[in-house]
């Protein structure tokens, strides 16, 4: 989710004769833009959510369009496709349409606070769709940048009378003089997602463990150009492992941005 991108300031000149016979003109610029599009589209090997595979760990199909305002508010939606579950409660497709606001707090340091909901078109609409709440903030230092994050689903039907904390860093490196950058993620989830109780689930386990658990990516980016990149990730998840849905995985992304 982006900020807004300043306009690209317009010059203009007279032609040399005219200028040997009139006073020059001032250049005008145009005002920034109040609103810009972007978005991008990814294919990826296996769509891990927070190291749980929601995809039955074969590829999925993403993308993403957000509406970005000069004032740092925005709104966008995200999409998926998902491995249609037993109980059709979810589908094969998620749709997540969210809107926040992001801006600078402090010297260097990046907030981004908004509220997201997930929806399933194809599931049994409503038994599945969650409110999420959700906060950030980032920094950089050099060739690295840092975020801390959280994100909290009240109690609600959909999961099940319970609710949901999840809270997470990220890191990433460049490597100097190279389109190459270390990714690093780390995070913890306590509630009714927890993914030990999710994968005790999966196999049917009558006393489900119900504590929270870790989940962590160590991986590698390259930007091919401005606008396309390519990245591998290890995902890993605390809990049983349940053959392409808990197991760790490695994880191959394609993007292309706009």
């Given at each position: 989710m982006l900020t807004s991108i300043r306009g690209v300031l317009a010059a203009t000149a007279l032609s040399g004769a005219l200028l040997a016979a009139t006073p020059a003109l001032a250049d005008e610029a145009d005002p920034p833009k109040e609103f810009t599009v972007t978005g991008n589209v990814a294919f990826v090997?296996?769509?891990?959510?927070?190291?749980?595979s929601l995809s039955g760990g074969d590829m999925a199909v993403q993308g993403a369009i957000n509406l970005n305002h000069s004032s740092g508010f925005y709104v966008g939606a995200w999409g998926s496709n998902l491995e249609q579950d037993a109980f059709d409660i979810y589908g094969n497709m998620e749709l997540d349409v969210y809107g926040g606001w992001t801006g600078e707090v402090a010297s260097g340091v990046t907030a981004d606070v908004g509220l997201l909901y997930y929806v399933y078109p194809s599931g049994s609409v409503g038994d599945g769709n969650v409110f999420e709440p959700y906060a950030s903030l980032s920094t950089t230092f050099g060739p690295a940048t840092a975020k801390v994050g959280m994100a909290y689903a009240w109690k609600q039907d959909s999961l099940g009378g319970d609710d949901n904390l999840y809270v997470y860093t990220d890191l990433g490196v460049g490597i100097p003089n190279t389109p190459v950058t270390l990714n690093g993620h780390?995070?913890?989830?306590?509630?009714?997602?927890?993914?030990?109780?999710?994968?005790?689930?999966?196999?049917?386990?009558?006393?489900?463990?119900?504590?929270?658990?870790?989940?962590?990516?160590?991986?590698?980016?390259?930007?091919?150009?401005?606008?396309?990149?390519?990245?591998?990730?290890?995902?890993?998840?605390?809990?049983?492992?349940?053959?392409?849905?808990?197991?760790?995985?490695v994880v191959g992304t394609v993007k292309l941005s706009f």
């Open positions: 090997t296996d769509y891990r959510f927070r190291g749980i780390l995070g913890y989830t306590s509630g009714a997602l927890s993914p030990k109780l999710l994968s005790d689930l999966a196999v049917g386990d009558p006393t489900p463990d119900t504590d929270g658990g870790f989940d962590y990516s160590v991986g590698v980016t390259a930007n091919v150009t401005k606008n396309l990149s390519l990245g591998v990730s290890y995902v890993g998840v605390e809990g049983r492992s349940v053959n392409s849905y808990s197991n760790d995985a």
